[in-house]
């Protein structure tokens, strides 16, 4: 076979990341947009020494396993390539990928997996959505042919693979529907307002991005308009129209991103209208989140997420070190029961998130500690009976893990969200430890994502 060729292959299953896996004369094949059990044509667009990767061309025989997709956008946005498989059918493949990521990737066969731990909601579940605007909307293929469609606006989400090309999204089934009816009077205003849209070419223009915020708790909502410059006077005919039209809308923000980089986060932030924060619970504890504070995006599984991390620890009155602690979230649901907790956090503004969130819950047996943590653990004699770590996708530094070793702690508590980074870690933890406890956690369903809480023992 070669770049180019068509062939017909059926679809095994799901690989992390969410292509299908085929096989060709023992040769693994990569597909994407399709299902187990789907019978395709495929056209070979690469083709390496150890797989091929192919692009369905016509879908021959379609899998049982699939289902209408709810949303109109399904199959362009990219954002929920799994809706149109059954949710439970989702948990399923998540857990496979757990396991083979850590028996392919790091030969453990751990003693216990649990079924995945299902979102308490299946949509709406997110309480952020960052929204782009665009000067040159991207237009579909079906929608080319409609005269009344203008390429000179929208206000969306970013076609797949391309930082440049935004659609129009009429309605998102991630957020609710207050979130969906402000973006539709967004696009609306900004449509008519005159206000230009930043061009990422020319690097002229103003508005950029809209943020939604929404707390599940008390139903407060925040807006945040993200701008190349400060832009108090242009948005205040449309934070007064907001204010009017949705009365659970509780902030206004502008925050300003004057670099060329393309992401919804800034250096200054101006407050519009209301509060700077909104207010969050999760469990017994609350959080004040502002503009561009990070927060668990699924605050409903995020508590199942820490009582599982809290259950693993346990509360016996232990030492706990929490790696990679951010704005103190784990660390302060293993603060009840336990001696100490002592956070590591290399960003600073999340440090002092953290000592606050502990201060306004009064919180006083979590220490947080910032900057690199591999420098750090040197001032502390006293070994932790536990260490946690989250870690970001990329995993843990292999000096970090190295560390580890050398400070032997009874039990590790690894959360994870990438199976991948996750096994290489546990790989060279296995020489001293043994993975007791596997729990697959799903935050984001109808996407490929999947969270696990990993508990080694020392051996």
């Keep these: 076979m070669k770049k180019g060729d068509k062939i017909s292959v059926r679809i095994e299953k799901l690989a992390y990341g969410g292509k299908g896996i085929a096989r060709v004369d023992n040769q693994i094949v990569f597909v994407d947009e399709v299902l187990p059990g789907d019978l395709a044509e495929i056209r070979i667009q690469k083709k390496k020494k150890k797989f091929l990767q192919g692009r369905v061309t016509r879908l021959l025989e379609k899998s049982p396993l699939r289902i209408n997709a709810s949303c109109s956008h399904f199959g362009h946005c990219g954002g929920c390539k799994w809706q149109n498989l059954e949710y439970e059918e989702q948990l399923k493949f998540k857990r496979e990928q757990v396991i083979e990521s850590l028996e ?34 991207w237009l ?5 042919s409609d005269p009344s469609l203008k390429k000179d606006f929208a206000l969306g989400l970013h076609v797949p693979g391309a930082f440049d090309r935004i659609m129009h999204i009429d309605f998102c089934w991630l957020q609710d529907d207050m979130m969906n009816n402000i973006l539709t009077s967004s696009q609306v205003y900004f449509r008519e307002s005159g206000i230009p ?17 929404k707390s599940f708790k008390y139903e407060e909502y925040m807006i945040n308009i993200v701008t190349f ?17 949705f009365p659970k809308l509780v902030s206004i923000v502008n925050t300003v991103n004057p670099r060329v980089a393309q992401i919804a986060f800034g250096e200054e932030e101006y407050l519009l209208f209301g509060k700077p924060t909104i207010r969050e619970k999760i469990g017994r504890y609350e959080f004040d989140i502002s503009a561009n504070s990070f927060f668990q995006t699924n605050p409903l599984q995020a508590e199942n997420l820490y009582r599982r991390v809290v259950n ?17 979230t784990i660390a302060m649901f293993l603060s009840e029961g336990n001696r100490k907790i002592i956070g590591f956090e290399l960003i600073e503004s999340a440090v002092k998130d953290a000592y606050r969130n502990c201060e306004q819950n009064g919180i006083e047996n979590c220490e947080f500690v910032q900057g690199d943590l591999r ?7 006293e070994k932790p009976d536990v260490i946690v770590c989250d870690p970001p996708r990329s995993g843990m530094h292999g000096d970090v ?33 043994r993975v007791t406890e596997v729990h697959p956690i799903d935050m984001f369903p109808h996407t490929y994502h999947i969270e696990s809480v990993i508990t080694l023992e020392l051996r």
């Excluded at 410059?229 to 009017?244: F, G, T």
Aim: proline residues 4%; charged residues 30%; hydrophobic residues 35%.
């Design 375 to 381: 420098k750090n653990l040197e001032q502390f004699s």
């Design 312 to 328: 693993q620890v346990g509360c016996e009155n232990k030492l706990i070190w929490d790696f990679y602690a951010g704005t103190g």
């Design 401 to 433: 893990v190295q560390a580890i070793r050398e400070v032997e702690p009874r039990k590790i508590v690894y959360v994870s969200c990438n199976p991948a980074t996750m096994a290489r870690d546990v790989k060279v933890l296995s020489e001293k430890y």
């Design 229 to 245: 410059r400060e832009a108090e006077n242009e948005l205040r005919d449309y934070s007064q129209k907001m204010q009017d039209a």
């Design 104 to 137: 392919h990737l790091a030969d453990i066969h751990p003693e216990q997996v649990y079924d995945t731990l299902p979102s308490p909601l299946k949509f709406h579940y997110r309480n952020k959505m960052e929204f782009s605007f665009t000067d040159r909307r």
């Design 140 to 144: 579909l293929a079906e929608e080319l």
């Design 197 to 213: 849209v930043f061009n990422l070419k020319s690097h002229q223009g103003l508005i950029r991005f809209l943020v939604l915020r």
